[in-house]
């Protein structure tokens, strides 16, 4: 078996024809096309593991060093010590809480919008509660500053997760309005007929069957929160301040720790990571605001 | 909000609580939302309009919100700053967009056409990860390969011989250098998009079109392009929206400069607001974005629409 | 999807509408209420109780400040002024250091009272005594023990920081000023003479980048928008060039504005290319590194160029070059005060005095202003006559081993005298309200020339244009008369002429 001929098999399966000289070019085509798309993709993610595991003065010397000359855990150990953790820790119970109060309100809505909209504002509205999401989040800031100042809210867990309402419950009722609308209303109908209300028909029967649905939408919810980063430069001050706010300093007024940028964004990418691996497809239908059944 | 079919059921309902749990449900269901909506998005922007009109700014105490009319409107029309943010915004939007979506059709199709089972599956997996990096993060490290006196990046196109670009410190370069992150983190988005898309195409329509003996652009331009339509559209606005919403990558890679070469519309309106604190012309200007965004919404909703009607991509 | 209620529809969401509209405008109208447009300024009244040091004790204050090695000595300090004084720091809050103003301004025209006690560059001063969101000091200062020692202080820090309409406002904490550092070492291996003008300093600059290989530039820098204006206003104040004339005309577009652009042309040409994208750390770390011959930065760079590997003993300071013609002058943009909010309680406002005064005094400030783990340079004129404490460790420190900054006396005093040489040619920044658009547009345009993209001339124009329509905008009277008020205060400094 040629070399050519055994990637391919490994690549593709015995699928082409097996030894024409075209498909032996195609294959190395195909192989080097799959490698620089993967390279670009993933260096820039390489590097940040790279650098997060240099020393300080390593980070900024030329040549650089493309493997950790002197390999060491400290970026993580300082930034875990120093203001990373508590970050974090902010970062779960905001982007956490968010998602849960976003779900809570969005979903009930998603399927008024699925099932009966003409009760509640129309297609238009669903619409228009769509088009929230497309807002620049600097037009609502300003004001929403000064409301939330008014009550003393500035710099608390609950303003943070009410504030991501504003992007993420509009998302919540436009995925799960196409979730919803996935399953046949019959099947509400019959559990109807058998003696249920409609709320207990909407619990124990519309709920549970679009439970993939609901998955997908809290993740992505979840995500778009653990990332933001206008709300809480303005937002936050300290008792509330979330990883993204930090990550700017550290490489900014005073400082040039990249090593510690880079650790902190690992660390901060692992939960993601893991989930983008046991979901990838559903999250496509998610990231096209159900556009796409995937 | 009760029409009149409602009201004959309401009559033959009793009680408060099937009222809830049946004729009343979808209302109850969706009024958190809209009053959640109201409070955080509508009240707030009706106190923006109502600033855009005066001459409030909290830096300086006689400026202290009195009606000005149309005048902040005015001001930024003809500002010089106020046109250069926002063609920086639609070069950025524009070109960002329009790269990612060809380079993204191009792989999606390749892998479409090209590979199969576990290589796909482990591209897919890969190409998700630049997506979930925090904007701000990905900016961070792309300023980090930019670096001109130690980045990777430079050194490797040194190294090859190919010149040295002055990534963040040339007016000519900045914008082009945010763009490139962006492009990397976001042209995965169409890939999976469109790849997706592409292969919900009835596999039927391409075996007619083999037996009619149709070429490959001839498939592609009949088959998979028209199929496409509106995945294509949907993906392109989604995009543009958010690359014309957010700044992230801008503030931490260049901060908007040198000068204000990279800096985007949604940047320069942040900085009225919390810089100046001329809270009369940020929220003008907060206004004008937000026409442009409800204009740009609007063709996205109306392509949605029609999805609805006809080959229904929602 | 079926759409059984599409006539329904239009009418219920029409109603719908209006009802939330008109929800929506009654509660706009309510929180516009809200938001003053600024004080009256002034600073709230307050009482002084009879025994105010039982006043304080126990009490807990909150503190903003820029994030970063800045907030060190208040981690330092803060158990053993708690001991003093009954004062507790309770929370440190921490902003970017672009973000500083922003985050004050939105405080505090919100009047939220979440910080008794802020630190901020003293170019915010004017803004924030005049809107009324600072509560002047004057009184407290009169207490029995609670002198902040002002005689002590440098007499540009004293009379230029700390002051706004007659009042005190701040107490002074770090004395940032813009200083020459050089290559000792190198400048002694090739003769070369700590350069005194600007014709010289180009020279040298230009005799390292293109005449050895001993180092890669002669010289770097500060081109990041943010703070580029101050290496503008330091050649531009030594020429003799004002901000404004008495109609507040612009003065940028002279003689000295085109001048100082000039030569720092020449300069930005034996610079490393990316000059234009390096803001204060990346300055610091070309120098720090070994990468550049000299640099023109902010006085605590010596103290860490004492602890880099590459210019440990190495390193030299002088006062920034002057003009054969002219004079030297220093701009001194980032300093920092510390100020007592407006909208607290007497108590919380005693208690936030209290604890900046003493911070400052020099039993506590000494061992920062010495310490390279800190941003924070001398401010007072003991810190700058006695350099013995440069080369001792700071007690107050965990690790007090990290904490010397000089080896020997000889690295402390030419340190101490260079500050000193260069704070007597200080050049002060626009302070008074709505200054920050003025040094905004500055400094976005003085990027723009860094980067090569416009020249001289342009430059100057788009300045001269922008201010012009910022006076415009802010109102020319009120302008012209903070303008003269400051300039009054600061010929009595005697830093104007």
């Known amino acids: 078996m040629s070399v050519v001929e055994w990637t391919r098999h490994r690549l593709f399966g015995a699928t082409e024809d097996p030894v024409s000289l075209r498909g032996a070019f195609r294959t190395i085509g195909v192989t080097s096309l799959v490698s620089v798309i993967l390279v670009t993709t993933l260096f820039p993610l390489y590097w940040t593991v790279n650098t997060s595991f240099k020393p300080a003065p390593e980070t900024q010397t030329f040549p650089p060093t493309f493997v950790p000359e002197t390999f060491t855990v400290s970026p993580y150990v300082d930034i875990l010590t120093g203001a990373g953790s508590s970050v974090l820790v902010n970062s779960v119970i905001v982007s956490v809480g968010a998602t849960a109060i976003a779900m809570l309100i969005g979903v009930p809505a998603g399927y008024a919008y699925a099932r009966n909209p003409g009760k509640v504002g129309g297609k238009h509205l669903a619409f228009w509660i769509l088009s929230l999401r497309m807002f620049p989040p600097i037009a609502p800031i300003l004001p929403l500053f000064f409301m939330f100042r008014q009550v003393g809210m500035i710099d608390t867990y609950p303003t943070m997760m009410l504030l991501y309402l504003t992007f993420n419950v509009p998302l919540v009722v436009w995925l799960m309005r196409s979730f919803f609308q996935d399953i046949p209303q019959a099947v509400e109908e019959a559990a109807i007929m058998d003696g249920y209300s409609r709320l207990e028909a909407f619990f124990k029967v519309s709920l549970p069957l679009v439970s993939p649905g609901i998955v997908t939408t809290t993740l992505l919810v979840w995500i778009f929160s653990w990332n933001e980063f206008q709300f809480a430069l303005v937002f936050t001050r300290n008792a509330a301040q979330t990883y993204p706010v930090i990550i700017p300093s550290l490489v900014g007024g005073h400082a040039t720790l990249w090593n510690q940028v880079a650790a902190l964004s690992v660390l901060a990418m692992i939960p993601i990571i893991v989930i983008s691996l046991l979901m990838q497809k559903r999250l496509v239908r998610g990231l096209t605001l159900g556009a796409v059944k995937g | ?314 | ?497």
């Open chain 2, 1 to 314: 909000m009760a029409s009149s079919s409602d009201d004959t059921q309401a009559h033959r309902s009793t009680g408060l609580s099937s009222y809830v749990r049946n004729e009343h449900l979808e209302y109850w269901f969706a009024i958190p939302a809209l009053l959640i909506l109201l409070a955080l998005v509508i009240f707030p922007m009706l106190w923006s309009l109502w600033t855009s009109f005066t001459d409030l700014n909290l830096s300086v105490a006689t400026r202290n919100g009195a009606f000005v009319g149309l005048a902040n409107y005015a001001d930024l029309l003809t500002s010089e700053r106020f046109w250069t943010t926002i063609g920086n915004t639609a070069y950025y939007v524009g070109f960002g967009v329009a790269i990612e979506f060809t380079l993204g059709f191009a792989i999606a199709l390749f892998m479409a056409n090209y590979t199969r089972g576990r290589v796909t599956t482990v591209l897919f997996t890969l190409l998700l990860l630049p997506m979930m990096m925090a904007p701000i993060v990905a900016g961070l490290i792309w300023r980090l390969l930019f670096q001109e006196s130690f980045g990777p990046i430079n050194y490797l196109l040194g190294a090859v011989g190919v010149g040295q670009p002055p990534w963040l410190s040339s007016t000519a370069m900045s914008l082009n250098s945010v763009l490139i992150a962006d492009i990397w983190q976001w042209t995965p988005f169409m890939i999976l998009i469109l790849y997706t898309g592409r292969l919900s195409i009835s596999e039927d329509l391409y075996e007619a079109a083999r037996i009619d003996g149709a070429d490959r652009w001839f498939t592609f331009r009949h088959v998979t392009l028209p199929q496409m339509k509106g995945v294509i559209a949907i993906a392109i606005l989604l995009r543009a929206m958010d690359a014309f919403k957010f700044f992230d990558k801008m503030f931490v890679m260049t901060g908007g400069g040198p000068g204000t070469s990279s800096e985007l519309a949604t940047y320069y309106n942040y900085l009225l607001g919390f810089d100046s604190f001329s809270m009369g012309k940020a929220t003008a200007m907060s206004w004008l974005l937000l026409l442009f965004a409800v204009v740009l919404a609007n063709v996205f909703l109306s392509v949605l629409e029609r999805g609805e009607g006809g080959d229904r991509v929602v």
């Open chain 3, 1 to 497: 999807m079926t759409d059984t209620h599409n006539q329904t529809d239009g009418m219920s969401r029409r109603r719908f509408i209006r009802g939330m509209s008109a929800a929506s405008a009654a509660a706009a109208a309510g929180l516009s209420g809200c938001i003053g447009g600024g004080g009256g300024g002034g600073g709230g009244e307050m009482s002084i109780p009879d025994d105010p040091d039982s006043a304080v004790d126990g009490t807990s204050i909150s503190l903003a400040i820029d994030e970063g090695h800045n907030t060190n000595p208040f981690q330092w300090f803060s158990d053993s002024i708690q001991e003093d004084t009954g004062v507790e720091l309770g929370e440190i809050n921490g902003f970017g250091f672009n973000n500083l103003y922003s985050n004050l301004m939105t405080e505090f025209t919100s009047n939220s009272g979440a910080f008794d006690l802020v630190s901020f560059y003293p170019q915010y001063l004017g803004t924030f005594a005049a809107n009324g969101h600072l509560q002047p000091l004057d009184d407290m200062m009169e207490i029995e023990g609670w002198n902040p020692q002002f005689d002590d202080l440098l007499k540009p820090y004293r009379d230029m920081y700390t002051q706004w309409g007659g009042s005190t406002y701040a107490l002074p904490i770090d004395g940032d000023v813009l200083m020459l550092v050089y290559r000792r070492d190198l400048f002694e291996q090739h003769d070369i003479e700590v350069p005194e003008t600007w014709a010289e300093f180009n020279e040298v600059a230009r005799y390292f980048t293109e005449e050895t290989d001993d180092i890669d530039h002669g010289v770097a820098t500060y081109g990041k928008r943010g703070n580029a204006y101050g290496w503008f206003l330091t050649r531009f104040g030594g020429l003799g060039g004002v901000y404004f004339d008495e109609e507040m005309n612009p003065q940028i577009n002279t003689e000295a504005g085109r001048r100082a652009l000039e030569s720092w042309q020449e300069t930005i040409q034996y610079s490393p290319d990316d000059t234009a994208s390096y803001g204060y750390p990346e300055l610091r770390d070309a120098f720090t590194g070994g990468n550049v011959a000299m640099v023109i930065q902010w006085t605590d760079v010596p103290k860490k160029a004492a602890v880099s590997e590459a210019t440990r003993g190495n390193w030299g300071g002088a006062a920034v070059p002057g003009w054969e013609d002219g004079r030297a002058a220093s701009s001194m943009p980032v300093g920092r005060v510390l100020g007592v909010t407006s909208g607290v309680s007497d108590e919380q406002k005693l208690a936030a005095y209290r604890f900046a005064q003493t911070f400052t005094l020099p039993e506590y400030s000494t061992h920062m202003v010495s310490d390279p783990g800190c941003g924070e340079d001398p401010f007072r004129t003991s810190q700058l006559s006695d350099p013995e404490p440069f080369t001792q460790e700071n007690p107050y420190r965990d690790a007090p081993e990290e904490s010397v900054a000089f080896q020997d006396m000889e690295s402390a005093e030419q340190y101490t005298s260079a500050v000193q040489a260069t704070l007597e040619q200080g050049y002060p920044v626009p302070y008074w309200p709505g200054s920050q658009d003025y040094i905004n547009a500055l400094d976005v345009e003085i990027s723009r020339f860094v980067s090569g993209e416009t020249g001289v001339e342009e430059t100057l124009e788009n300045v001269e244009s922008e201010w012009e329509s910022i006076v415009e905008d802010l109102g020319r009277e009120q302008q012209q008369e903070y303008y003269s008020n400051v300039i009054e205060a600061w010929q009595n400094a005697g830093i104007w002429e």
